[in-house]
């Protein structure tokens, strides 16, 4: 589905991903690990088109999107989630959906009938709502929720936009440890219905080996592993740069 | 049943007490305050659309001036040029016409930026249509001005009307017709999904590209109706004041819009209404007890920000919230 064929980033003259290949399969959820500072945001930005890439390729779908705008790239199914969780702050939680629904099914041009009126895409927030847990908290402010809601509520409007591959960059990061897996229960069992590829950054070594098919192990810069969690985490120099054991 | 509920809404009431007022108000105000009152009218509807960039769209304008100037010119120009159409069903569409081509323009060049570089921009185009009209002596009667007539509606005219006799019956009707179509089409506009979409924009522009909203193309919409209304209002209050002058395009002017919107508040649809009518009576009231009346203005510029950030309107609003959670709270 997705496929990224030897990617490179320069920020000036410091190059930030080395030749990097690697490839998402279709219903595939892959997890992509790292120390911090290998690069793993900056390679989701430039799938999500947020950073403009120096040299190499990506395609989606069968198609070249190396130089297609973020815009485009929404359009044909990516989405993406925020480290930093990034809502619209003055907008209820129930709004910051249905703007990702109405963007969605291009009524967002619709200028006249208020929003209230399209009461079938409303019951549709709803319910992306119900499904990630927060469906009793519409009417709520982002900033009035907790750190976990919000991280949930980021997501669910990735979730929103109806992508065929989502983009999740450290989706329980300040989330507290014991909610951690009742998130990431929501999110799987949310992305598994709709049949949707993920890319998920994350730091738990319990949550990659849980719920996730396949993981890329990302160092400096460029991919030194791939493959089924169990697997990788017995390579000596996976734990090498992920818990500084030397084997 | 379901009527009945909705006419006993404590809204409602509010809203039809309001609208009786109005139009009970040329029985009320003596003419002197009527036109006064119709004045603050246009200027309501100028800072409806301002605010529609300013509150719903997060961009602060001081240009928009230049858009109530092309609209003010759109109808004095076609009455020099085109005598024989100077009637009111023609001269509004074509200042919404002018109107929205200039802000089309200007838009274009100014939603490329954000903040102050946004505000500097809008500003500075604002001064060069000023400069035009000024210097354009033969074409635009530069610091003359050009008159405006009373126009005739669908072919009757108004032979023998003095301005104030027109403006006390038929215009006051219109004005008070186009305000609230004006109003009540703007409360659509924000409560929509574009005007969600704006929202969005306003508060977070790294999101709302990222669920797909062009926000540069929406921006230059909201800045087009922003415009439009602006356009819209410069050319009613042509009719009202009679002559219009290069002074409108002038950044003084932008600045009062800005001023009116602060005023009423630009967090809730009604402030810069609120905001034009109390400032076009503060404004006449202060210059005619005191030749210091810019400082009578200043003065309240200083203690709004101070004292009532949100406006008169915003502050309003803030109180009765509080109010109806006060007894909420006490009831529970």
Same mark, same amino acid.
């Given at each position: 589905m997705l496929k990224v064929t030897r990617l490179v980033?320069?920020?000036?003259? &410091?190059? +930030?991903?080395?030749?990097?290949?690697?490839? #998402?399969?279709?219903?595939? +959820?892959?997890?992509?690990?790292?120390?911090?500072? &290998?690069?793993?945001?900056?390679?989701?930005?430039?799938?999500?088109?947020?950073?403009? #890439?120096?040299?190499?390729?990506i395609e989606f779908l069968e198609r070249d999107i190396t130089y297609a705008s973020p815009y485009h790239r929404i359009k044909m199914g990516i989405a993406r989630n925020f480290q930093i969780t990034n809502l619209f702050d003055n907008s209820t939680v129930l709004d910051n959906i249905r703007i990702c629904l109405f963007s969605v099914y291009g009524k967002i041009k619709r200028g006249i009938l208020p929003a209230t009126h399209y009461k079938a895409i409303t019951e549709e927030a709803a319910e992306v709502l119900d499904t990630f847990g927060i469906g009793d908290k519409k009417e709520v402010f982002p900033g009035n929720l907790s750190e976990g809601d919000k991280k949930v509520l980021d997501t669910a409007m990735a979730f929103a936009l109806k992508s065929k591959f989502l983009l999740l960059d450290e989706?329980?990061?300040?989330? &507290?440890?014991?909610?951690?897996?009742k998130v990431m229960d929501t999110i799987i069992s949310a992305i598994k219905k709709e049949r949707m590829a993920c890319l998920i950054i994350e730091h738990d070594m319990d949550i990659v080996s849980d719920y996730t098919d396949r993981v890329l192990v990302l160092a400096e810069g460029t991919i030194i592993a791939d493959g089924k969690p169990k697997e990788i985490m017995e390579q000596s120099n996976v734990k090498e740069v992920l818990f500084g054991v030397k084997a | 049943?379901?009527?009945?509920?909705?006419?006993?809404?404590?809204?409602?009431?509010? =809203?039809?007490?309001?609208? @009786?007022?109005?139009?009970?108000?040329?029985?009320?105000?003596?003419?002197?305050? @009527?036109?006064?009152?119709? =004045?603050?009218?246009?200027?309501?509807?100028?800072?409806?659309?301002?605010?529609?960039?300013?509150?719903? *769209?997060? @961009?602060?304008?001081?240009?928009?001036?230049? =858009?109530?100037?092309?609209?003010?010119?759109?109808?004095?120009? *076609?009455?020099?040029y085109f005598p024989a159409h100077f009637s009111l069903e023609i001269l509004i569409p074509a200042a919404l016409l002018v109107s929205l081509i200039i802000s089309a323009i200007f838009g274009f060049v100014c939603v490329r930026h954000t903040r102050i570089f946004f505000s500097i921009l809008a500003l500075a185009l604002s001064m060069l249509l000023y400069a035009l009209v000024f210097k354009f002596y033969h074409v635009t009667g530069g610091s003359d001005g050009l008159y405006v007539k009373i126009p005739s509606v669908f072919g009757y005219t108004f032979e023998g009307v003095r301005r104030p006799q027109f403006l006390m019956g038929f215009y006051y009707y219109f004005l008070l017709g186009v305000f609230f179509a004006a109003l009540i089409l703007m409360k659509g506009i924000v409560s929509s999904p574009?005007?969600?979409?704006?929202?969005?924009?306003?508060?977070?522009?790294?999101?709302?590209?990222?669920?797909?909203?062009?926000?540069?193309?929406?921006?230059l919409y909201a800045f087009i109706i922003s415009g439009m209304y602006a356009g819209l209002g410069g050319a009613l209050w042509s009719f009202v004041n009679g002559h219009v002058t290069p002074d409108v395009a002038h950044w003084v002017f932008s600045g009062e819009i800005v001023y009116m919107t602060l005023l009423g508040g630009f967090a809730?649809?009604?402030?810069?209404?609120?905001?034009?009518?109390?400032? *076009?009576?503060? !404004?006449?009231?202060?210059?005619?007890?005191?030749?210091?009346?810019?400082?009578?203005?200043?003065?309240?510029?200083?203690?709004?920000?101070?004292?009532?950030?949100?406006?008169?309107?915003?502050?309003?609003? !803030? @109180?009765?919230? !509080?109010?109806?959670?006060?007894?909420? *709270?006490?009831?529970?």
């Open positions: 980033k320069d920020f000036g003259k &410091a190059r +930030i991903i080395y030749p990097t290949t690697f490839e #998402v399969k279709r219903d595939e +959820i892959v997890s992509l690990v790292g120390p911090n500072g &290998a690069g793993k945001t900056t390679l989701v930005n430039l799938i999500s088109g947020h950073v403009k #890439v120096t040299g190499g390729k989706p329980t990061s300040g989330v &507290a440890t014991g909610d951690k897996f | 049943m379901a009527l009945k509920r909705f006419l006993m809404r404590p809204r409602f009431i509010i =809203y039809a007490v309001v609208i @009786l007022g109005f139009v009970f108000l040329p029985r009320l105000l003596s003419t002197f305050n @009527l036109i006064l009152f119709e =004045y603050g009218l246009t200027f309501a509807i100028v800072a409806l659309g301002f605010n529609l960039l300013l509150g719903y *769209t997060g @961009l602060l304008s001081f240009g928009h001036g230049a =858009y109530f100037a092309a609209g003010a010119y759109g109808v004095a120009m *076609t009455a020099k574009f005007g969600k979409a704006l929202q969005a924009i306003r508060d977070n522009e790294v999101r709302a590209e990222l669920i797909g909203i062009r926000v540069r193309r929406y921006r809730v649809l009604a402030g810069p209404v609120v905001g034009a009518l109390i400032f *076009t009576f503060l !404004k006449l009231y202060a210059m005619g007890s005191t030749e210091y009346w810019m400082l009578i203005i200043g003065a309240t510029l200083i203690i709004l920000v101070l004292v009532l950030p949100a406006g008169i309107a915003g502050g309003f609003a !803030k @109180l009765v919230a !509080k109010i109806s959670q006060h007894f909420a *709270t006490r009831a529970a």
